[in-house]
């Protein structure tokens, strides 16, 4: 079973910045590919962005250019580096492992961790 487990939630001010971890258990890591994903109170889960094995990066529209999609396959961990933060990004973020490949869909993503919660204040 591959374990996902997220970290480097917490609260920040609009235009400031965090960086999530996301840390997978196991010793294929490197031929996933992984994905975030964001939940606001009342919304749908979303696609933030994705890597895959090759580290190809892909972002949602509304992250291009402020968020930054990193992994380092030595320690299993996939990064989440968020500048420019506006009040708009609070929610939980979720890390989710694909054996297939990056898409914007949850449902395809096999292993997910629990959620960090990032808020932005105003």
């Known amino acids: 079973q591959v374990q996902v487990v997220e970290s480097g939630g917490g609260l920040v001010q609009a235009g400031g910045s965090l960086r999530l971890s996301c840390a997978v258990s196991?010793?294929?890591?490197?031929?996933?590919?992984m994905g975030w994903f964001r939940q606001a109170p009342g919304k749908e889960r979303e696609f933030v962005g994705g890597?895959?094995?090759?580290?190809?990066?892909y972002y949602a529209d509304s992250v291009k250019g402020r968020f930054t999609i990193s992994r380092d396959n030595a320690n299993n961990t996939v990064y989440l580096q968020m500048n420019s933060l506006k009040p708009e990004d609070t929610a939980v973020f979720y890390c989710?492992?694909?054996?297939?490949?990056?898409?914007?869909?949850?449902?395809?993503?096999?292993?997910w961790g629990q959620g960090t919660q990032v808020t932005v204040s105003s």
């Open positions: 989710a492992v694909s054996r297939t490949g990056v898409t914007g869909t949850a449902s395809t993503y096999d292993y």
């Open positions: 890597i895959s094995w090759r580290s190809n990066t």
């Open positions: 196991g010793r294929t890591f490197s031929s996933y590919a």
